[in-house]
């Protein structure tokens, strides 16, 4: 049984950074996708960053390219999301997700391509 167990979120200031963390348990290899996706109250969930466990990075959501960086550590079966420079606009809660296939690069950000979801963390940034 595939479980994701997010960690990290916190309350920040605008121009912060945090470091998100999703641990999977349950894959017997590294041969699988993980991603980060975000909903905020009132909107849909959107992909952010998405990363095949080998360690290739697949996608970064235009919104925040330049400030968030995924990374992995496939000993681990972990995943991480730095965060920098956050903005209030990036208030959300915030969830991974893994799938046992490669996405290839922007599909990798659709929510309908994962079929394993952790619980959330919640990222909040005030001006």
């Known amino acids: 049984q595939v479980q994701l167990v997010e960690s990290g979120g916190d309350s920040v200031q605008t121009g912060g950074s945090l470091r998100l963390s999703c641990a999977a348990s349950g894959y017997g290899n590294s041969r699988f996708t993980m991603g980060w996706f975000r909903q905020a109250p009132g909107k849909e969930r959107e992909g952010v960053a998405g990363?095949?466990?080998?360690?290739?990075?697949?996608a970064y959501a235009d919104s925040v390219k330049g400030r968030f960086t995924i990374s992995r550590d496939s000993a681990k079966n972990t995943v991480y999301l730095q965060m920098n420079n956050l903005k209030p606009e990036d208030t959300a809660m915030y969830f991974c997700?893994?799938?046992?296939?490669?996405?290839?690069?922007?599909?990798?950000?659709?929510?309908?391509?994962?079929?394993?979801w952790g619980q959330g963390t919640q990222v909040t940034v005030s001006s």
């Open positions: 990363i095949y466990m080998n360690g290739v990075v697949l």
């Open positions: 997700a893994a799938r046992q296939a490669l996405l290839y690069s922007t599909s990798a950000l659709s929510r309908t391509n994962y079929d394993n």
